[in-house]
């Protein structure tokens, strides 16, 4: 199996379900020539998301990792009446760029991209009082999943989701000796979402036209 069978059954897939959809058409493209890397979920992958926060019936959206607002939209999509959404970017051009992609979509009244490193944007949230997100998606530096997950569980509540992107990485996170610090803080990320008491979780890899990947989703426990 190659990367080419890969890619093609993404667009067959992408072309059953998530057909022509001018507004992600429109945020990718302006990603694009704004240079931003190509980092952002497939478009099965971002329908996934929206489906997973509609059925958990999320009214509150932490994502940490926007880039040009690709995932942020459709996870948007999903919020009800009333919902929010609160994204966290560290690269002034990339949150200025999901601005104007998430207002071109029509949720500048419900999703707030917060400029800075997610470590010192985290604690001001839990000091604002938003301490009780439905679900949050991880997606930033992977070197700080670890961190992540710990915030993650400061800002949820019994019942919230959390998904983890890119915790596969062709395989790599295998490999205990791999020097690379992404690869060091996936295995460390998984490692603590495996023990810890106050999650359930798993890990599903995928291939499709972003390579061989995959992503963790845990499930928030009582105490
Ligand atoms: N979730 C997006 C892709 C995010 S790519 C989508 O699927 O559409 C990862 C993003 O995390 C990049 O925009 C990068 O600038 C941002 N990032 C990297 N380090 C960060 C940090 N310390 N805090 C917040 N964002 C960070
Ligand atoms: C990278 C980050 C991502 O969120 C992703 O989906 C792919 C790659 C990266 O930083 O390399
Ligand atoms: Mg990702």
Redesign the pocket.
């Known amino acids: 199996m190659s990367q080419e069978r890969w890619t093609a059954v993404d667009h067959y897939i992408t072309d059953l379900f998530v057909p022509s959809d001018p507004v992600l058409d429109a945020t990718l493209q302006s990603s694009v020539e704004a240079g931003?890397?190509d980092?952002?979920?497939a478009p099965n992958?971002?329908k996934l998301l929206m489906l997973l926060a509609q059925i958990h019936g999320a009214r509150a959206i932490l994502?940490?990792?926007?880039?040009?607002?690709?995932?942020?939209i459709?996870l948007a999509r999903a919020l009800p009446e009333g919902g929010h959404l609160i994204?966290?970017?560290?690269?002034a051009n990339?949150a200025q760029v999901?601005r104007a992609n998430i207002a071109q979509a029509g949720f500048a009244d419900k999703v707030d991209v917060r400029f800075?490193?997610?470590?010192?944007?985290l604690p001001q949230l839990l000091e604002e009082g938003h301490s009780s997100f439905d679900f949050i998606?991880i997606?930033?530096?992977k070197p700080?999943n670890p961190e992540y997950l710990q915030w993650a569980l400061k800002l949820s509540h019994p019942g919230s989701l959390i998904i983890c992107?890119n915790v596969i990485r062709d395989g790599t996170v295998i490999d205990a000796n791999n020097s690379d610090p992404s690869v060091q803080g996936i295995r460390y990320f998984n490692e603590l979402l495996a023990a810890e008491p106050r999650l359930s979780a798993t890990t599903i890899q995928t291939v499709g036209s972003k390579g061989y990947d995959g992503f963790a989703l845990a499930f928030v426990l009582g105490e």
């Open positions: 931003l890397p980092y952002q979920v992958e971002g994502e940490i990792g926007t880039l040009g607002g690709y995932s942020t459709w994204t966290l970017e560290s690269d990339h999901a800075g490193k997610a470590l010192e944007t998606f997606d930033a530096d700080s992107d």
